[in-house]
């Protein structure tokens, strides 16, 4: 049963939506599934149930997840300050492709801790297990139209931002969440999974080499840098080292794990923050990252940051070791 103070919100949110007849959704940059699966979704459950609204979901795509979507191309120019929706991200700094958008309003939908986006409408649950366990909750208790396809972009990035519901933030919510979604939508989730799990063999390999080669601290912290050349000897995209950062999960020499690499064409390093115990986030924070006190990252152009902040993780690691031994 829905509590009266999330009615009361859900129906703000619904509020704000129908108010606007232009509406732009953003999500972070660099973004997972979830953060794709919950924009795409959110945006085409609007279009469904408001045909006459413009309603874009903007950002840099990700060819690995087109299967999510397609995302839009907008002159933002021609909108008359539109609403923004922003989702799965808690500060403006991380916010993708807005820079020139002139907007009216913000609806804020986030399972991060709140940093400096405060929405007009704000939802900001990081108990919540994903953006798209929200979104999920949101459309199945307003006027909102789900369809079959809707149903499949939220339960995959459910999945994925819970890792198959393994991870601290599943509830006994995230259960009853997907428990409803399936029920009311009969999706077959099953063969959904090739999606988020196949790979090829040059995949499977450089996941050896990742094993082969992570540092790995006498704090129980590991450190890999990917460079480019290596990325060319495996044949892979930058984008494939963040997504096997959740493998390393129930490596039992590992309480904290970071993995960067530098992506040549925006001239940046990207660092994935994993943890089974220090909280990382407020670590990150204070090199421009952020995220989950468990799930975390960081961009910065200088590889001392990087160095730095494998640093400040490894000491944060000897502390949450001796505290545990106390």
Known sequence: MVSIIKRELYKKIFKIIKDYDEIILARHIGPDPDAIASQIALRDSIRLTFPEKKVYAVGAGVSKFKYLGNLDKIDYSTLEKPLLIVLDVPNFIRIDSIEELEYNAILKIDHHPAEDIVGDVDWT?????????????????????????????????????????????????????????????????VPLYNHLYERNLVEEKFRAYLINNIKISENNFGFIYVNDETLKQFNVESTIVSNQVNDFYFIKELICWMFVVYDERNEIYKANIRSRGPVINEVAAKYNGGGHKFASGCRTKEYKDIEALANDLDIACKEYITKENN
């Open 125 to 189: 649950d990081e108990k919540m297990s994903s953006t798209c366990e929200m979104i999920a909750n949101l459309i199945m208790n307003t006027k909102l139209v789900l369809d079959q396809k809707i149903a499949e972009n939220l339960y995959l990035g459910m999945v994925f931002d819970s890792d198959r519901f393994l991870l601290q933030n599943t509830s006994l919510n995230t259960f009853k969440t997907v428990y409803d979604l399936l029920n009311i939508s009969k999706i077959d989730f």
